[in-house]
């Protein structure tokens, strides 16, 4: 079946991308157009798909969505009837966190949008100082990512929708992320630069809100959003949190499915085996 389908990723450590270009290449007999949502909302760009659906594809950042797809649906939405489905890929792979879409949902909705379809990718966590996984965990979540795209290319091929249920305690949750984030934005994780910065400039034209400008080198305005990209696509890791610098590991471990997916039937280290119990079901899903 032939389909116009946009795939949006807003994405900082390199996972939302990842998914989404897989997905791309899972729809194969569709008409896909795939954005760099930072620089959709960078360019305010965004032509809605004719007649089309829209998949939006971003992370979990301190338990809820980026800003910087709220700032997209802002400005770059226009469409009232568009058709979308969401695809949050957090790192912690239990149902429940899918509830943080609530918030965008609700924005969605407000200017008469329709979300089909709810989707949760887990994928290995990176740049996380306090909690990272082992790899052969990681490739289980790598493994899993895939079956989950196919899943996912062909219920959207097909129209399948797949509601999204809320309750109480999801909403608290995703508001209280929401919370968090703006007092981290706030005061917590204003950004700095280190002398290995060579000046290259980068992170000032991916920075989807102008937040960074180069005055006798680089600077951070207070408008930056926290949306980790300029910490993960400078070359050098010269961008640092001024505060809570244990939440974030350096230098930046990248993704790399091929050397991760070798080590994929290595046992798993005591410390891990009650975790990977919590989660068994989430390998096991229908999505
Ligand atoms: C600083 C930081 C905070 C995170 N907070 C959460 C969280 O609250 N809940 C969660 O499930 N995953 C969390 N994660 C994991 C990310 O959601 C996950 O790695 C995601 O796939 C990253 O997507 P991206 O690479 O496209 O930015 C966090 C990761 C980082 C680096
Ligand atoms: S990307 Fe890194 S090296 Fe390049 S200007 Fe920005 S901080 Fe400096
Ligand atoms: S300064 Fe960096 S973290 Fe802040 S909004 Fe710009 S790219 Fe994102």
């Given at each position: 079946m032939n389909k116009n389908i946009d795939l949006i990723y807003f994405s900082g450590t390199g996972n939302s991308r990842e998914v989404a270009t897989e997905l791309a290449d899972v729809l194969e007999n569709c008409s896909v157009r795939l954005f760099d949502g930072a620089i959709v909302l960078k360019n305010s760009s965004y032509t809605p798909v004719a007649q089309g659906v829209t998949g939006l594809v971003f992370p979990l950042y301190f338990g809820a969505a980026p800003k910087s797809v709220f700032l997209f649906l802002e400005k770059c939405f226009k469409a009232g009837s568009l058709h979308l489905f969401l695809i949050v890929t957090n790192?912690?792979?239990?149902?429940?966190?899918?509830?943080?879409v609530n918030p965008l949902i609700h924005v969605i909705e407000k200017k008469?949008?329709?979300?089909?379809a709810v989707y949760q990718v887990a994928m290995p966590i990176q740049m996380s100082g306090f909690f990272e996984y082992p790899d052969v965990f990681s490739n289980r979540l790598l493994h899993e990512m895939k079956r989950r795209v196919k899943k996912i290319g062909s219920y959207v091929v097909r129209g399948r929708s797949f509601p999204y249920k809320l309750t109480m305690a999801g909403s608290a949750f995703s508001r209280l992320g929401q919370f968090v984030q703006l007092l981290l934005r706030m005061y917590g994780l204003g950004l700095e630069v280190t002398g290995?910065?060579?000046?290259?400039?980068l992170c000032i034209r991916g920075c989807p809100v102008s937040a960074i400008v180069m005055d006798r080198g680089v600077r951070f305005s207070s408008g930056c959003i926290l949306c980790m990209r300029c910490i993960c696509s400078c070359p050098v890791s010269a961008i640092k949190p001024r505060?809570?610098?244990?939440?974030f590991s350096y230098p930046l471990y990248k993704l790399s499915s091929e050397s991760r997916m070798e080590d994929n039937n290595s046992k798993i280290s005591r410390k891990w085996s009650f975790f990977e119990k919590t989660i068994s079901g989430y390998f096991n899903e229908d999505l």
């Open positions: 790192g912690l792979p239990y149902r429940f966190f899918i509830q943080s008469g949008g329709n979300v089909f290995a910065c060579e000046q290259c400039g505060r809570l610098k244990r939440f």
